[in-house]
């Protein structure tokens, strides 16, 4: 016996739905994309979407997370300035910027926060490798660093390569990660990145690589799965 259809005002399953890819061709507004995010997440709640992946650039701008502190906008005027709900503090978007935001089922795929934000860094970890980049956690400080060796006095160098920011309402995640391809590195001058003074930001062509946006896109979903299918790894290095 066929299976009846399914009435377009039941609820869908997570299950029902496949996980959605979405390249933007343009820069993306940040107030639209929020609004975008919200509703799909929405829809996820309610069972009438399925999960979605949404690879996108911003025009520059910067946005303060929920633990951001007034003095670290160092030049308030530079670039627009949007509050957001995601956890973290000061951040930088813009041209040159991979933005992957992640709107996944957290509850259908059985994982709690904190397995969720270690994945988005496996994630980040096992793309770089894939251009022969090691990034790397460091214990207290969110994102993924590079190691760049010692500075003129001997003191040990560390830049920023991606940023991570989420939000969770009802087990429905949105937000996601940043990574730097080739963005204008003086355009994070305005803040203090994510609060930490004492390290700096990099970029895959700032340190040699000649990657493009779309080789790192087509990384990004091809470790999706091995990442988000299996068990993470979350060891801090030294």
Partial sequence: MDQAPVRATEPLSSAQHALQWTVAAAPVPYLEAVAAMEERAASIRAGSAGEWVWLLEHPPLYTAGTSARTHDLLTPDRFPVFESGRGGQYTYHGPGQRVAYVMLDLRARKMGVRDYVCRLEDWIIASLARFGLKGER????????????????????????????????????????????????????????????????????????????????????????????GAPACTVDA
Avoid: Q
């Fill in 138 to 229: 460091r214990d207290g400080r969110i994102g993924i660093w590079i190691e760049r060796g010692t500075d003129a006095v001997g003191r040990r160098r560390e830049d920023k390569i991606a940023a991570i920011g989420v939000r969770v309402r009802r087990w429905v995640s949105y937000h996601g990660i940043a990574i730097n391809v080739e963005p204008d590195l003086d355009h994070f001058g305005g803040i203090v990145p994510c609060g930490i003074a004492e390290h700096g930001v990099t970029s895959l062509v700032d340190l040699g690589y000649p990657v493009t946006m779309p080789d790192l896109d087509a990384v990004l979903r091809d470790t999706f799965e091995d990442v988000f299918g």
